[in-house]
């Protein structure tokens, strides 16, 4: 099936290409499982934890005075938080200019290639099963509306599903209260507590962020939650000691 | 519709197998249908890399920290050997103690990890690590068990070619398939629900669900059972039983309640570790409260309290019980699996030992399941009337091109008398059936049949017929099958036997000087080809004709009653070999169902060692027990003085790992 449109590929090989490429236009931030702004939120705390959990490691081993401490955490949090914000709303515009130029290519292709189209259609639902007469026959129907044809294209070849998908402005606004309310626990955490309070401050955070991403995705409460916390103690515990390793050597 | 619909041949390729694969192994990220088929290995036995990995890096921790320059870099690995080994672990005693389960992984878990807080974070990590391998071992275990449902399942078909009434096919699920239906099942299919042959001669092979590995005939009237494979012409098949009654369906029952009802050890050691762990967490918790009131202790600190009842908890933590019980299962079974006899885990040996009796399938068991021509007869006469020679030749050259196990019988018998063949001409197939064809007899050209005695029956007078009738009956309650051959109107009679296992005198033998055990056969063979192998070996008893369902309830009762060792090899002996106190399978010959379902598999179908592994198995126990008897007073030295504030916690571990170091050396006696 030498054509332009299939790139000398048969007609199955190219829907399965076309639903690749329709999972990763739907894809998101890497670290999320399920995009928007439940996601968003929890992550830009958890993330937010971490941060500011390895910039005490820092305060620690370059001798802070606690008011100092505070103000880098303030300071770091703000930048932090435009970041985050900002980099959520991109990256949700940037997945639905994805989406947007996919969904118009099918449309050129629905009105310029109908016979490949035809194809596709026919190589997806021949693997459904249907074969012979009622294969042809339920190509015909189909074929015969161009907007159910679109949605049958986009679902069944991309692989995409419509109307699941937040506004970018709403992911970023998840992003940006995950992000403020860790960074105002920790800073309290360590206002009331020092050390001692930024480390509960933390480990209420993970939990929390851990217990609603769980609950979102409808994922393993315990396993989510003790998984999370691991990975933050380990990743904060391992850095401490590398950098005690680094003190015992005279490098910092 | 009215259109005929033209359907491809069902392929062999089955997409839902993935699936089903997938559900039975409960969701296993190793058949995840979403990772790319290449990335499903880095999920295979990951609990054990982990713990394995785990092990290495708290050696490495333990190395490092007794130089003060790499002690920082001993605790970072230190860390990583909590996260691989201890978080799996607090996950699922969290999730235990979420459900109210007190168990012995809640004691470990706990013990464990209150370590760091008195200071022995290593004693803790090592702790935590014994447990990871141990329950990665258990867990490789279990998914083995599961696999045996699941080999079971890629068995039998999903769908089926139906006839409908035009005459055309359409696949159809055979779930939505009714009795009465009419299926078509062509050559090299496997049959896919039970059915009457409605149409059609072939030969079908049942080696996958009764271990026979000898084709049978189906013609018109004859029953097939859907896990058979058609070997040769087709089949048109009238629906008798819907796919949840299939024999298959009924096996696959009888494997899981064999299955579920089997782990009485399983429960017996939960229900000891459930009391065990309750126990020692109520009286730590009880001494760390009330030792500062009664002893005048201060709560914190190393005299305190809670120091004392965190040391008692890990000193009672049953580290040795843990391990030194598997370093004596473990050596067994490497010694084992050097003799080629592969077990699944070293609870089997106590299984073993506990048995009074042995039992046997027949074919493919005892015996090879090969045929070798007993003797060769001619009807209505005591002797033959031509030179043996000259008849087996005829035979020989009908079936030397065929790979019909008959066929190879007559050809090594043609070989072994240093027969020729002849030239055959109009050589006539009928699969299942027989063969015909003209070949040179006394000079002259003779037309001759050769094969089932139905085929050759309407070439023969009544009185003929008769005659044939009586000497076949005869000789198949001796055990035999027979083929009949046809030459000019002389009928002469081809008596075929299978052949017993080489060197099973000896073994049979030795286990019968020993006198421990009773030993049986149960066979859904005729009584007379039991009885003939039961006399061969000396066997003490033998129950001949059973279906499945009955040689399970001979299992059942005698596991329950004696304890009850089963040897098979077919998909009829899955069940018996789940449900048995232990079960064996043949390796090579053997199903991969009753492989998956047995707890030893004897890779090269090395009967003739059963004798040494049945005194392993004696010889383990004992060594078990002594084991047990020096890790349980280990934990009693280690934790009264611990508790007594006697010895310092580090004592108190060192006594506690030397118990596990004693039992462990006692256990590498029997890698011999």
């Known amino acids: ?9 048969s007609a199955v090989e190219h829907v399965a290409e076309a639903q690749a490429r329709g999972i990763i236009a739907a894809a998101e931030i890497h670290g999320t499982e399920i995009p928007g702004s439940i996601a968003a939120g929890t992550d830009g705390a958890r993330e937010t934890v971490i941060v500011l959990l390895l910039l005490n490691l820092l305060a620690m081993n370059m001798g802070w005075s606690y008011g100092v401490t505070l103000s880098i955490f303030a300071i770091f949090a703000f930048g932090w938080l435009i970041w985050k914000t900002g980099r959520s709303a991109w990256l949700g515009w940037s997945r639905l200019e994805r989406l947007h130029r996919i969904l ?6 629905i009105e310029h290639n109908r016979g490949q189209e035809r194809e596709e259609l026919k190589a997806l639902y021949a693997a459904k099963g249907f074969e ?9 129907v189909l074929m015969a509306d161009g907007d159910r044809l679109l949605k049958v294209m986009i679902e069944e070849e991309l692989g995409l599903t419509l109307e699941v998908h937040e506004h970018p402005l709403q992911q970023a606004l998840g992003a940006a209260l995950g992000v403020f309310i860790a960074a105002i626990l920790c800073i309290t955490g360590y206002l009331a507590a020092l050390n001692i309070g930024l480390f509960a401050a933390a480990f209420i955070t993970i939990l929390m962020s851990s217990f609603i991403s769980a609950k979102a995705q409808r994922n393993e409460l315990i396993s989510a939650i003790v998984w999370n916390l691991a990975i933050a103690f380990i990743s904060i515990g391992m850095a401490y000691f590398l950098l005690d390793f680094f003190h015992v050597l005279g490098w910092v | 519709m009215s259109e005929t619909i033209t359907l491809a041949r069902p392929s062999n390729l089955k997409p839902s197998l993935i699936f089903e694969e997938f559900f039975g192994l409960g969701q296993e990220a190793s058949v995840s249908p979403f990772l790319i088929p290449d990335s499903r290995r880095w999920a295979a036995n990951l609990t054990l890399k982990a713990s394995i990995f785990a092990a290495g890096l708290l050696v490495l921790s333990f190395t490092l920290s007794f130089f003060p320059l790499t002690a920082p870099i001993s605790f970072l690995f230190l860390i990583l050997v909590y996260f691989l080994a201890g978080i799996p672990a607090l996950i699922e005693s969290i999730e235990d103690l979420a459900s109210f389960d007190i168990n012995i992984d809640i004691l470990m878990t706990l013990a464990a990890f209150s370590s760091v807080l008195i200071g022995s974070s290593m004693e ?24 045996s449902i699941n080999s079971l399942h890629k068995l039998s078909p999903t769908k089926a070619s139906v006839i409908d009434e035009s005459g055309n096919l359409i696949d159809r699920s055979v779930k939505d398939i009714s009795i009465g239906t009419i299926i078509l099942v062509r050559a090299g299919e496997v049959v896919p629900l039970d059915g009457e042959v409605i149409a059609g001669i072939s030969s079908v092979n049942l080696v996958h669900l009764t271990g026979e590995s000898l084709p049978v005939m189906k013609k018109t009237g004859d029953e097939v059972a859907a896990g058979a494979l058609n070997t040769e012409g087709s089949l048109t098949l009238k629906v008798i039983r819907t796919s949840a009654d299939s024999t298959l369906s009924r096996i696959i029952q009888l494997v899981t309640q064999a299955q579920e009802a089997r782990p009485q050890l399983q429960r017996w050691f939960d229900k000891f570790s459930r009391a065990y762990a309750l126990t ?29 009842a965190v040391a008692f908890l890990i000193a009672a933590s049953p580290c040795a019980l843990i391990i030194a019980l598997p370093i004596a299962y473990l050596s067994a079974v490497s010694a084992c699996a050097r003799q080629g006899i592969l077990l699944k885990g070293g609870v089997v040996l106590d299984a073993l030992a506990q048995c009074k009796t042995i039992a046997f399938d027949k074919t493919g068991t005892l015996t090879t ?6 003797e060769v007869k001619e009807i209505g006469k005591a002797t033959l009337s031509e030179p043996e020679k000259d008849v087996v030749a005829v035979a020989y050259a009908l079936e030397r091109n065929a790979v019909h196990p008959i066929a190879r019988a007559v050809t090594d018998y043609a070989k072994a008398k240093n027969v020729e063949s002849k030239e055959v001409q109009d050589f006539k197939s009928i699969p299942g059936y027989g063969i015909e064809a003209t070949i040179e007899w006394k000079g002259k050209q003779a037309y001759v049949f050769m094969g089932h005695p139905d085929y050759i029956k309407d070439k023969l007078t009544n009185q003929e017929n008769e005659l044939l009738q009586t000497e076949v009956e005869a000789l198949q309650q001796e055990g035999s099958l027979i083929a009949v051959l046809l030459i000019d109107k002389k009928l002469f009679l081809f008596a075929f036997q299978d052949t017993l296992r080489p060197q099973l005198s000896d073994t049979f033998d030795k286990l019968r000087a020993l006198g421990k055990w009773k030993l049986l056969m149960l066979t859904g063979d005729h009584a007379a080809s039991a009885q003939r192998i039961a006399e061969l070996l000396g066997l003490d008893e033998y129950y001949a004709n059973l279906r499945p369902e009955n040689k399970l309830d001979h299992v059942t009762r005698l596991s329950q009653t004696e304890g009850l060792v089963m040897v098979g090899d077919g998909i009829n002996d899955a069940p018996a070999l789940a449900r048995a106190t232990a079960g064996i399978c043949m390796g090579k010959v053997g199903s991969g169902t009753a492989i998956d379902a047995a707890d030893v598999v004897l890779l090269h179908d090395n009967l003739e060692k059963l004798d040494w592994l049945m005194l392993k198995a004696v010889q383990t126990q004992a060594i078990v027990k002594q084991n047990l008897f020096i890790a349980i007073g280990a934990i009693i030295i280690a934790s009264v003085p611990a508790l007594a504030g006697l010895v310092p916690l580090w004592l108190a571990v060192v006594m506690h790992e030397g118990g596990t170091v004693l039992v462990g050396l006692n256990a590498l006696r029997l890698l011999k």
């Open chain 1, 1 to 9: 099936m030498g054509s332009d449109h299939f790139k000398g590929k």
């Open chain 1, 104 to 109: 118009e290519e099918e449309r050129w292709e």
């Open chain 1, 132 to 140: 012979g007469k009622l294969l042809e026959d339920v190509m015909d």
């Open chain 2, 280 to 308: 020692i967490i109520g009286l730590s918790a009880f001494f760390a409260l009330t030792f500062s009131y009664f002893l005048g202790l201060p709560f914190l600190g190393f005299e305190g309290s809670v120091y004392r």
């Open chain 2, 369 to 374: 399941g090969q045929l070798t021509c007993a």
């Open chain 2, 124 to 147: 803790g990590a090592l702790l935590l690590v014994l447990f990871a391998l141990s329950g990665s071992i258990e867990d490789s275990v279990t998914a083995r068990a599961k696999g």
